[in-house]
């Protein structure tokens, strides 16, 4: 099997970098070539590339900036594989990616596939506090995290295989901003393909962010649930709407506690599951504490972009 690794960028040099070196890492012999797609960015990435192409089958093109969607659509048009891989560019491989997607592949074949996000032991402090929160059973990221749970598992575009023919008569990605990858993964079940998670092919996900931009991030998640549902009504689940619940509940329990103080319990058990759980997985107290911090904002931020998005296209039908 030959696959192409298709990761659009938009100012992260740095990044693609990491990315290049994990890759050129590979063991097992799995043949696979790259291709970068250059977002529009201020700052490319050409002179990173170019230092891997003794080490890597690797193509480099550059294109005005349309977004991610379109960025990966352009790379597809451009690769040789069987298999299309999607990377993010923050993402780092392990040495055994492919080796885990060839045995997977080879054990029951699939349409297409995804696998896990997880933190590297030497990511600082917040970027395993906001990693826990996107895989966290607890912040309802448990499918992120490699296990089947709450809801069907959806490939997300950090992490995500597609065998090119389906890719092509599915047209690719839509020219959504966000949630553009969950309405690829929808798409693949209503037309009947076979989606699978590989657990083993997981990818250490390095988000460089702060928890200012994190909110932003998970409030556009948000708003595109319903997005997702005006496109797809029969995707959404309860779960989608427990972000929104949880943010209303802890209104509710932090106004009671003006009357009653120990309406405020709920909250803190929350608060000491998390920085438990969150600080023997990191197997370190402090990052427990930004943990919780994480948690609060992702489920308040996707809460409430899910809410305003509710608001303004179901009630009040703004296109």
């Known amino acids: 099997m030959f696959y192409s690794v298709i990761i659009p960028v938009y100012n992260r040099p740095e990044e693609v970098g990491e ?8 063991e097992g012999g799995v043949p696979f070539e790259v291709v970068i797609v250059e977002d529009g960015s201020t700052r490319p990435c050409r002179k990173v590339v170019e230092k891997f192409a003794g080490a890597l089958s690797i193509s480099y093109h550059a294109k005005p900036n349309t977004g991610p969607g379109d960025s990966r659509n352009y790379g597809a048009a451009r690769s040789k594989g069987d298999y299309l891989i999607v990377f993010d560019s923050d993402c780092v491989v392990p040495v055994h990616y492919f080796e885990a997607v060839e045995k997977e592949l080879a054990t029951a074949p699939c349409d297409a596939f995804g ?49 090119k023919d389906v890719y092509a008569r599915l047209g690719g990605f839509s020219s959504m901003r966000y949630g553009e990858d969950i309405d690829f993964s929808i798409r693949l079940f209503e037309n009947g393909y076979n ?11 390095k988000r460089r962010t702060n928890m200012r931009k994190f909110f932003q991030q998970v409030f556009h998640s948000g708003e595109a649930r319903i997005t997702l549902y005006k496109l797809h009504p029969a995707s959404l689940r309860m779960v989608h709407f ?45 990052t427990g504490c930004l943990s919780v911090v994480a948690s609060f904002v992702q489920l308040f931020g996707y809460g409430a972009g899910f809410l305003t998005a509710f608001f303004r296209k179901i009630i009040l039908k703004i296109k």
């Not at 990315?19 to 590979?26: D, F, N, T, Y």
């Not at 402090?125 to 309802?140: E, P």
């Not at 990221?141 to 065998?163: A, C, D, V």
């Not at 998670?197 to 250490?204: D, I, K, Q, R, S």
């Open 115 to 163: 696998g896990p996000d997880a933190a590297h032991d030497s990511f600082n402090s917040m970027q395993k506090a906001v990693n826990y929160a996107m895989t966290s059973f607890f912040t309802t990221g448990g499918i992120r995290g490699g296990k089947k749970q709450l809801e069907t598992f959806h490939p997300r575009s950090f992490n995500m295989g597609i065998r």
């Open 242 to 286: 427990l972000p929104a619940l949880f943010l209303l509940g802890a209104l509710f329990l932090v106004v009671g506690s003006f009357w009653c103080v120990y309406s405020l319990a709920p909250l803190l058990l929350f608060c000491i599951l998390v920085w438990a759980d969150a600080g023997i997985k990191n197997r370190n107290a402090g």
């Open 19 to 26: 990315l290049l070196e994990s890759l050129a890492a590979q």
């Open 195 to 205: 989606v699978r998670l590989f657990p083993a092919a997981f990818v250490f996900h």
